[in-house]
């Protein structure tokens, strides 16, 4: 091992500032955010399983969404809350990895999931006579499990690879928590090759999952242009609407940030776009998917009612 090559047992996470009573507000909002995120995400998990309207294929990807979006957040927020409150910057080496992994296949899973939920959306309204055959429940279990068992497959080689590398003079990493572009600054060795290897894992998940979705909403598009009543026409883009927004929010990031091979000149970018993904689009998509969706309303006031009914017998 070289004399520039150390054994790190922890990191440094430099977070947000340094600024006692920026800490404290950036908590205060951070928790209220994360709160209402895991609230949010739960409604839709418990409405979607226990609300017979809501037993279809769309809200079954939904729920699990919700799942994805409960996990990824929980990766970052819960840490990063804990060195606001205490001021204690430090993570093992150990969990740093760890946390590292966790964020990139969630993430990843993340996008396949959206693809196949274009997927869903372009049978469900250019093939509305084929789609409930098509779109079975073994299908939809099948595809979920496709996309968490894809997502590992892809990332692991890149993160192996990673792993085997040893760290070089510090063990400060310039984010609120370890991601991976400040990680592979502080490596050791010619690191093109794994460098490489993230571009193309990128390319592939982000890329390829966007290819699929555009391809879906190019279809859906050009049917629902075809349809005469300009009522079915705004039924037909009302279903889908919700889903395009997320998918244009989540892949706007992604491709600015991620396929970009030069990782020099993107650190504070990544801060920002990390805040988007893991902190505001959480909080933000069960409000735009299912929330506001009538279906998703109806089965609340239900569940409530329900709920009250208990509470006054």
């Not at 998990?45 to 929980?74: C, K, Q």
């Not at 969630?106 to 959306?121: H, W």
């Not at 310039?174 to 993230?198: M, S, V």
Request: charged letters at 10%; one cysteine or more; aromatic letters at 14%.
């Amino acid at each position: 091992m070289k004399n520039n090559e150390t054994r790190i047992s922890e990191f440094i996470l430099l977070g947000f500032t340094d600024v006692r009573k920026l800490q404290l507000l950036f908590f205060s909002i951070l928790s209220f955010s994360y709160f209402l995120t895991i609230t949010e995400n739960l409604v839709i998990i418990i409405l979607a399983n226990i609300d017979h309207r809501l037993r279809t294929p769309m809200y079954f990807f939904l729920w699990n969404f919700s799942v994805l979006e409960i996990g990824f957040t929980t990766a970052v927020t819960p840490q990063t809350l804990s060195h606001l409150l205490m001021g204690n910057k430090n993570i093992p080496y150990v969990g740093c990895m760890m946390q590292t992994f966790i964020y990139f296949h969630l993430g990843t899973t993340e996008l396949f999931l959206l693809a196949v939920m274009s997927y869903d959306r372009y049978l469900a309204i250019c093939n509305p006579l084929r789609y409930p055959s098509i779109m079975s429940k073994s299908l939809c279990t099948s595809l979920v499990y496709c996309c968490w068992i894809g997502s590992f497959l892809l990332i692991i080689g890149p993160f192996v690879v990673f792993l085997q590398f040893p760290m070089c003079n510090s063990n400060i990493l310039d984010h609120f928590f370890c991601n991976n572009t400040p990680l592979i600054q502080l490596l050791c060795g010619d690191t093109r090759l794994l460098e490489l290897l993230g571009f193309i894992t990128a390319a592939l998940s982000v890329l390829g999952t966007f290819i699929i979705s555009v391809v879906s909403y190019v279809n859906i598009i050009r049917s629902v242009l075809s349809i005469p009543s300009a009522t079915g026409r705004k039924k037909a883009f009302s279903t889908c609407s919700s889903h395009f927004i997320v998918v244009s929010l989540t892949y706007g990031s992604c491709i600015f940030l991620y396929i970009s091979p030069d990782q020099d000149s993107k650190v504070e970018f990544a801060k920002i776009v990390a805040i988007l993904n893991t902190i505001v689009s959480p909080l933000l998509n069960p409000f735009i998917y299912s929330l506001r969706n009538k279906q998703v309303q109806e089965a609340l006031e239900n569940l409530l009612r329900q709920f009250k009914a208990i509470a006054k017998g």
